[in-house]
């Protein structure tokens, strides 16, 4: 989508200091209890040089120290060298072990086994969605292998925001054991990220899964995160009808019916696999 809604009126969803106290040492805490209760002895973060996986690392290594936590860094033709830069910086600043790799073979190989034609990146639906959301598999699959070999948890980096509307792949990014800052939405993201220390440059940088070239998450969701946060709280997690919330942002109604209609499409991501309820 070319046109970006904006709330003529967002709802501040800013955290207090305490606030952000508390939740830092939250997810701290829960990290700490999830590699306890698994044995395990290393969290594996897939790096990509945003704001949730840096945030993520930052807190990992408040809880665990560097030495438990392991980096990878799985850049394609389409990820910009910009933020591949950024995430092995992360990685330094830290001081984690942390491994690049390349996963366009990984997804040539599918491809071609698929009888899809190689070396052409599609750029039209579905075909575009189906080889983006096979690169994000294909980088749960390496984030497993490591943790495998490690006695390691794949430490997931999704928010509130995301979660909620599906902006995510299912057994791909979506494919972890665990999600620390899954609590807050984007923009209380952003406020943690500054308070962990996370470079100013990474916090205020446009959002990108990079499945392919030149995407970004506020054209593919048609608003910016600040309304999509406000949408949220007022109306999936909060009281108020389509109406009520469109009049409270200043903006129109099919923005609100989009994000519900994002929300209410995606509900089998955030749950197990059905199955049959057993016979009596």
Same mark, same amino acid.
């Given at each position: ?7 003529e009126?967002?709802?501040?969803l800013?955290l207090s200091?305490?606030?952000l106290?508390?939740?830092r ?8 209890g999830?590699?306890?209760?698994a044995?395990?002895?290393?969290a594996?973060i897939g790096?990509?040089g945003?704001i949730?996986s840096?945030?993520t690392?930052h807190?990992?290594?408040?809880a665990l ?12 033709s ?13 990685a330094?600043?830290?001081g984690i ?8 073979p990984?997804?040539?190989?599918v491809?071609?086994v ?5 070396g ?12 983006g ?9 390496l @984030?497993?292998? %490591?943790?495998? &070999?490690r006695?390691?948890l794949?430490v997931? +980096?999704?928010? !509130?925001s995301e979660? $909620?509307?599906?902006?995510f ?5 979506g494919?972890?054991d665990?999600?620390p800052i ?7 993201v ?6 962990v220390g996370v470079?100013e440059?990474?916090v ?15 054209g593919?969701?048609g608003?910016?995160?600040q ?10 997690d909060?009281?108020? @009808?389509?109406? %009520?919330t469109? &009049?409270?942002?200043g903006?129109d109604?099919? +923005?609100?019916e !989009?994000?519900r209609? $994002?929300y209410?499409?995606?509900?089998h991501?955030?749950a ?9």
């Amino acid at each position: 989508m070319t046109d970006i809604a904006r709330a003529e009126s967002p709802l501040d969803l800013s955290l207090s200091a305490a606030e952000l106290a508390a939740h830092r040492e939250h997810i701290t805490d829960f990290l700490a209890g999830q590699m306890d209760a698994a044995g395990a002895e290393v969290a594996v973060i897939g790096l990509s040089g945003g704001i949730d996986s840096t945030l993520t690392a930052h807190l990992a290594v408040e809880a665990l120290g560097a030495e438990a936590v392991y980096g990878l860094v799985l850049p394609a033709s389409v990820s910009s060298t910009e933020n591949m830069s950024d995430a092995e910086q992360v990685a330094a600043d830290l001081g984690i072990e942390h491994d690049v790799v390349e996963i366009d073979p990984l997804v040539e190989v599918v491809l071609d086994v698929a009888g899809v034609e190689t070396g052409v990146h599609p750029e039209t639906d579905p075909l575009r969605t189906a080889v983006g959301n096979l690169r994000a598999r294909l980088r749960a699959v390496l @984030s497993y292998f %490591a943790a495998n &070999r490690r006695n390691g948890l794949v430490v997931g +980096t999704g928010n !509130r925001s995301e979660a $909620l509307v599906g902006y995510f792949t299912k057994y791909g990014d979506g494919a972890v054991d665990c999600h620390p800052i899954a609590a807050l939405y984007k923009g209380q993201v952003r406020q943690l990220a500054r308070r962990v220390g996370v470079p100013e440059a990474i916090v205020e940088k446009p959002a990108t899964a990079e499945l392919w070239a030149d995407q970004t998450d506020e054209g593919e969701l048609g608003m910016d995160y600040q309304t999509l946060d406000s949408v949220l709280a007022l109306h999936v997690d909060g009281p108020l @009808s389509v109406t %009520a919330t469109a &009049r409270e942002l200043g903006i129109d109604a099919a +923005t609100v019916e !989009r994000v519900r209609t $994002l929300y209410e499409a995606s509900a089998h991501k955030r749950a197990a696999p059905p199955g049959p309820e057993p016979l009596p």
